[in-house]
């Protein structure tokens, strides 16, 4: 390949990237909450953790309907767009495992069994491919504290 292929091949490759994820919309004033769990709050274990939406329905993951999302709960790790990988987690399917929790059935509680101890909690609202919507529908990053 010449030099002066190779550098438009990565030009398209920069232009295309960020069509292909993290561009699903979310309606303005849109927003994820807590119903039941504020932040400096002690609890037992298992948590139960209720999520509030508001400007937006839930909908099951793989459902492409507009401004519909699923939940995520972050746990123990930084607010989203923080993370090792930077801003570049927002344009990215969220991970699967024990720091991220999809709730891809539509579900909008959970019981946490946390350890004792003090937890940080987030909700993010992911897209139908478990993508955080433009701008993204995330909650406060609250600190609990597990009796
Ligand atoms: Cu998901």
């Known amino acids: 390949m010449t030099r002066i292929a190779a550098l438009i091949t990565a030009g398209l490759l920069a232009v295309a990237a960020p069509a292909l994820a993290g561009d699903t919309p979310a309606p303005e004033g849109a927003d994820v909450y807590f119903v039941n769990l504020s932040d400096g709050a002690t609890v037992e274990a298992p948590v139960t953790v209720v999520f509030g939406l508001k400007g937006m329905g839930v909908a099951p ?69 478990h993508v955080p919507h433009d701008p993204p529908v995330t909650s406060e990053v609250i600190t609990i504290t597990v009796e």
């Open 61 to 129: 993951a793989g459902t492409e309907k507009e401004n519909t999302g699923h939940h995520h709960v972050l746990v123990d790790r930084p607010p989203l767009g923080e993370g090792p990988d930077g801003a570049e987690e927002l344009n990215t399917s969220l991970p699967a495992d024990e720091n991220h929790i999809h709730f891809g059935g539509g579900q909008t509680q959970v019981s946490l069994d946390l350890e004792p101890g003090e937890h940080t909690l987030q909700l993010v609202l992911g897209d139908m491919n």
